[in-house]
């Protein structure tokens, strides 16, 4: 599975964004997606994951009711819809795919790995 991220960009806090990830190869219906995200001088951390049909979702605390997962398994895309963005989301967005259908939050657990694209967020 291949995986390319895009949609980042810069944004005034309370914006919203919408990154997207589009992936190849015929094994993304059976795959568990996942979002997570680096700051500077930080370890990559968790943000969001779904499974495989798109019915089970988990979120970071810190995002919760702000991010929105999802996934079009006819368009091999997984989306990460940001809302009341504040300057602490500013980081680097990756996607990631898991070979299994549930939902996972360990960035250990992932398999394949997007190049990740900035998200920037202004005060």
């Known amino acids: 599975v291949q995986l390319q991220a895009s949609g980042g960009g810069l944004v005034q806090a309370g914006g919203s964004l919408m990154p997207s990830c589009a992936a190849s190869?015929?094994?993304?219906?059976?795959?568990?997606m996942g979002w997570f995200r680096q700051a500077p001088g930080k370890e990559r951390e968790f943000v969001a994951t779904?499974?495989?049909?798109?019915?089970?979702?988990l979120y970071a605390g810190s995002v919760k009711g702000r991010f929105t997962i999802s996934r079009d398994n006819a368009k091999n895309t997984v989306y990460l819809q940001m809302n009341s963005l504040k300057p602490e989301d500013t980081a680097v967005y990756y996607c990631?795919?898991?070979?299994?259908?549930?939902?996972?939050?360990?960035?250990?657990?992932?398999?394949?790995w997007g190049q990740g694209t900035q998200v920037t967020v202004s005060s």
């Open positions: 990631a795919a898991e070979l299994g259908p549930q939902v996972v939050t360990d960035p250990r657990k992932y398999d394949y």
């Open positions: 190869g015929r094994t993304f219906s059976t795959c568990a």
């Open positions: 779904i499974n495989w049909r798109g019915d089970s979702t």
